[in-house]
């Protein structure tokens, strides 16, 4: 079984994973990296790769801020950035 879902996760497509998260990863040379700069495993940056969990609120600030704002809240948190970041509204 466990091969049928390695199969699977290699079939993936590298365009089906999370834009902005690949974004930063290819920013810092991968995942791994990314990792470091915030401290976290890369475990968790698979998971916001492959859409299977959100970017938390607080890493979004952290990886605007370690991207010098290519990479966005507003881009991180597309269904739910206007309610947690109010402020944003307007500014692009």
């Not at 930063?24 to 492959?50: D, S």
């Not at 991207?67 to 109010?86: A, E, F, S």
Request: hydrophobic fraction near 40%.
């Amino acid at each position: 079984m466990g091969d049928f879902k390695n199969k699977k996760e290699s079939n993936k497509k590298k365009g089906d994973d999370f834009l902005p998260i690949r974004t930063a990863c290819e920013w810092f040379g991968g995942a791994v990296e990314l990792a470091k700069v915030i401290n976290i495993n890369p475990t968790a940056i698979a998971n916001w790769a492959a859409k299977r969990q959100p970017v938390p609120i607080i890493r979004c600030v952290q990886i605007e801020e370690v991207t010098g704002g290519m990479v966005t809240r507003k881009q991180l948190r597309p269904n739910d950035w206007h309610l947690i970041w109010p402020e944003l509204r307007g500014k692009d």
